[in-house]
């Protein structure tokens, strides 16, 4: 996800400040990856309440639709990680 820096996309806008080059969009990366792996769909849910002044406005909405989709492919798939 670009918000870690694990990803070699270019900003579409071609801002040299936006995606490429920065460390984290988080303050506390490791809490972050933590609470995904422990809490996936409430992590998800607080990334798309933040905004963030390191990404371009086209940036952030890829990074919250990113989002989404990812939330939303696991709630479609909750069966098939839990007996319901």
Known sequence: ???????????PSGRSDCRQGLPTLWLDPATR???LILH????????????SGVLC?????DLHRTT???RDDLV??????FRL
């Open 68 to 70: 989404r989709d990812f």
């Open 57 to 61: 406005t086209l940036c952030l909405g």
């Open 1 to 11: 996800m670009p918000e870690n820096s694990c990803t070699t996309q270019r900003c």
């Open 76 to 81: 479609e798939r909750l069966e098939e990680f």
């Open 40 to 51: 996936p769909l409430e992590e998800l849910g607080f990334r798309l309440t933040q905004s």
């Open 33 to 35: 990856w933590t609470e």
